[in-house]
């Protein structure tokens, strides 16, 4: 079965920094991955998506790779500002309907 | 577009009562699912339906989930007796291309089983 890991469950930047937030997968066999962010009390809201056969996607100031040789991806967010402070998390799509889901990296900008 | 549409979003209710929750998915897409969310477990799917049909219930707990979809702009989850281990947040997203798109989510409904 697919495991999906985000390592660390909480960061705290100081506004402006840039910073990178990790997603592994156990099984490399998948079709896609995407970049969700939760706010509180909220749904999911897709930011990027990943398809198998790409290696990066950008989005304004976001930025995801993938990696499926070594089973990682990583979202690349570029002068941090107290607004992107929400959930983020990784889910891979390795056939048969389902996405597997990370637990989350809870991401905190500080002003 | 309005997004996915999900009601209600907050239910408190006891235990042994029956609980529907609802969801309109975004107009044309083909494809909808249940999560429900617990710190314990995250996200989980529940069901898949692709053109209003069952694709995958495995994910549904037992025979006390239903789930159905009489048409392509409505969906219904019910829990037929509800128990305190139910209570979590149930979300329903929708895709134009089952999990290989870009899914959307609904803000979810809020769950709490007394």
């Known amino acids: 079965k697919q495991e999906v890991t985000q390592i660390p469950a909480a960061l705290s930047v100081p506004e402006g920094e840039n910073l990178v937030l990790n997603c592994s997968f156990t099984d490399s066999a998948i079709y896609n991955l995407q970049w969700f962010r939760q706010d509180p009390g909220k749904g999911l809201t897709s930011l990027l998506l990943?398809?198998?056969?790409?290696r990066e996607q950008t989005s304004g100031r976001l930025n995801a790779s993938l990696d499926k040789s070594s089973g990682r991806s990583t979202l690349y967010i570029a002068a941090s500002q107290p607004g992107d402070s929400a959930t983020y998390l990784c889910a891979v799509y390795p056939g048969a309907n389902n996405l597997f889901f990370g637990t989350g990296t809870r991401l905190t900008v500080i002003p | 577009d309005a997004g996915v549409i999900q009601s209600p979003r907050h239910e408190v209710t006891e235990m042994g009562q029956e609980v529907t929750l609802r969801c309109k998915p975004i107009s044309g897409h083909n494809s909808l699912f249940w999560y429900r969310q617990t710190m314990m477990r995250g996200l989980e799917l529940l069901i898949y339906f692709n053109n209003n049909v069952p694709i995958d219930d495995s994910g549904m707990p037992e025979d006390r989930f239903s789930a159905k979809m009489p048409n392509a702009s409505f969906s219904t989850l019910k829990i037929q007796p509800s128990e305190p281990r139910d209570s979590a947040v149930y979300f329903c997203a929708s895709s134009l291309a089952g999990a290989t798109g870009e899914l959307f989510f609904g803000e979810g409904s809020r769950l709490t089983v007394l």
């Open positions: 990943i398809q198998s056969s790409q």
